[in-house]
């Protein structure tokens, strides 16, 4: 099953799978990190920033820190965005 709601890429759908147990989510539409990290790896080549207008609890930000990629976060609530920062908190960008 993919769900999709558009695409500009002229392939087949691909598939992300991953089993998840006692899944703690701060954000209603929460993905796991694993997902993020995928679909980023998926996009164009040699891409090295990544925007994310909708970040939520900053599931796409952390994706790309850990991939060593650099990333700009908007969020309108508050709340959502002091669950980012934690999560971005856990160790510094390299910015070189």
């Known amino acids: 099953m993919v769900e999709q709601?558009?695409?500009n890429y002229d392939m087949p759908a691909k598939m992300f799978s991953k089993r998840v147990v006692g899944y703690h989510k701060n954000h209603p539409t929460q993905?796991?990190?694993e997902l993020m990290q995928w679909c980023i790896t998926l996009s164009v080549?040699?891409?090295q920033t990544i925007l994310d207008?909708?970040?939520g609890s900053g599931t796409t930000?952390?994706?790309a820190k850990d991939l060593g990629k650099k990333a700009t976060l908007?969020?309108?609530e508050e709340?959502?965005?002091e669950v980012?920062?934690?999560r971005m908190e856990q160790e510094c960008f390299n910015f070189e």
Do not use: D, L, Q
């Open 5 to 7: 709601a558009w695409t």
């Open 31 to 33: 993905k796991p990190v």
């Open 45 to 47: 080549e040699n891409v």
């Open 53 to 55: 207008p909708f970040a």
């Open 61 to 63: 930000g952390r994706a």
């Open 74 to 76: 908007i969020e309108m």
């Open 79 to 81: 709340s959502y965005c």
């Open 84 to 86: 980012a920062a934690k």
